[in-house]
């Protein structure tokens, strides 16, 4: 298994931009999550779907984050406008929720510079 | 104004010593307990788990002791090597939510 793969690795924009952000889930998990980690605030949820439905966003920042997962093959993570202050790595996660254990397996992390 | 970071606990042990890296959870409804170890530049990657019905558990060279009492964690890893050094999280689960420590940086010496 290749595990949870995210892309890009590395993004760099300059303010204002759009920004979108890629994970793929590990085959046969059912919740995704999307983690915001920075210095300043450490490791925050953001988002986190379950068969494919947001569940709770109560993380997200604000209206310009937005995530979507059309199947449970993929979900997105968009930025729009992006801004400096949005500078961090951003993790994905996945799980099966509903096993005896729910541990969550993350893929490397984007890490996004908004100039 | 000067930005202030996040300041993460230090712990700097000998090379062949044990480790002990102790959290505070917050929510006693909390049932699942992961440690997970981040080193740099890469993604957290699953240590050891717990459940609440446990006090004890045991892995490969790590344990973790839960105390729900005053809702403590704690990880002990044996024989520190040098490929330990690592910022390691905590994290607790109720329902689907996990909540993570800020962590702990563990910096081996030689």
Redesign the interface.
Known sequence: DAGVIQSPRHEVTEMGQEVTLRCKPISGHNSLFWYRQTMMRGLELLIYFNNNVPIDDSGMPEDRFSAKMPNASFSTLKIQPSEPRDSAVYFCASSFWGSSYNEQFFGPGTRLTVL | GE????HLPTLSVQEGDNSIINCAYSNSASD?F?W?KQESG?????II?I?SNMDKRQGQRVTVLLNKTVKHLSLQIAATQPGDSAVY?C?E?YG?????G??TRLSVLP
């Open positions: 930005s202030v970071g996040l699942y992961i997970y890469k993604g957290p990657q699953f788990d459940r999280f994290a689960n689907q939510n996990f909540v993570f800020p962590g």
